[in-house]
C-alpha cells in the first residue's frame, strides 16, 4: 500500500514510519513526501532515504485550493492510498479532504480533545493535567479535529521538565503511529 507523509518539521514520526517498513513492521511503501517549509529538517532525511518529497511554499500561492490541488495530482500520480499527516502544521482545505474522504489521519500530542493547535505540550503543562498522551485520529476541516482513532496516555508529576515529557511522548509516537497506520492497512481502510 502507497502512502504520503505530510511534515512541516523535524520529521521524528517520518523516520519512525519509515523504520518500521524497512524492518518490516509496517506493509507500506512511502510514495510521496509533503512538505509546505522549504528549509525543515524532514526534508534532508526523505532525500538521504531517496523518497521523493514535494517542497513547496504557501505564501506562493493565490489559495488553499491552489496549492492542494497540485498535491492531489501528485498523489493521485504516485497512486496513495492513506495520507498521514506527521507533524504538518496546516489545516486541510475540502481539495484535499474530498479527494481523499477518511484517508487522512493526524498525530497530535495531546489526549484530544484538549489541547488543539500549536505546543500542545505547553498548554497541559500550563493547566496543570496529571494525565498526558498522544491522538491519532481522522483528519476534518478542523484543526486537530475528526474522529479519534486511537490514544495513549501516561502520568506526569511537577518534576518532569518539558524537554522530559516531549521526549516521552516522542518515544510514545514513533511506536504508536506506525502500529495504527500497520492496523487500518491491515483492516483495508475501512
Ligand atoms: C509531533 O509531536 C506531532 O504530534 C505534532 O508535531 C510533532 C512533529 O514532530 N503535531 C501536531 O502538533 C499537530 N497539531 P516530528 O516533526 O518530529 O515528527
Do not use: W
Not at 45 to 72: A, C, Q, R
Amino acid at each position: 500500500m502507497n502512502i504520503a507523509i505530510f511534515a512541516s518539521g523535524v520529521g521524528s514520526n517520518y523516520t519512525a514510519i519509515s523504520n518500521a517498513i524497512k524492518d518490516g513492521k509496517l506493509d507500506a511503501t512511502i510514495n510521496l513526501v509533503v512538505c509546505d517549509k522549504e528549509n525543515a529538517e524532514v526534508i534532508k532525511k526523505v532525500k538521504k532515504d531517496n523518497n521523493e518529497i514535494f517542497v513547496f511554499n504557501p505564501k506562493k500561492f493565490n489559495s488553499k485550493s491552489e496549492y492542494e490541488k497540485i498535491i492531489v495530482e501528485k498523489c493521485i500520480e504516485k497512486d496513495i492510498s492513506l495520507i498521514v499527516l506527521a507533524g504538518y502544521m496546516r489545516i486541510l482545505g475540502s481539495t484535499l479532504l474530498d479527494a481523499f474522504p477518511n484517508r487522512i489521519i493526524n498525530i497530535h500530542p495531546s489526549l484530544l480533545p484538549a489541547f488543539k493547535g500549536k505546543d500542545a505540550i505547553g498548554q497541559a503543562i500550563e493547566y496543570g493535567v496529571k494525565v498526558m498522551g498522544v491522538s491519532i485520529h481522522y483528519v476534518n476541516s478542523e484543526m486537530d479535529g475528526g474522529k479519534i482513532i486511537a490514544q495513549k496516555s501516561f502520568e506526569v508529576n511537577d518534576r518532569l521538565t518539558k524537554e522530559e515529557i516531549e521526549n516521552k511522548v516522542h518515544e510514545i509516537e514513533h511506536i504508536l503511529y506506525p502500529t495504527v497506520i500497520q492496523k487500518l492497512i491491515q483492516g483495508g481502510l475501512k
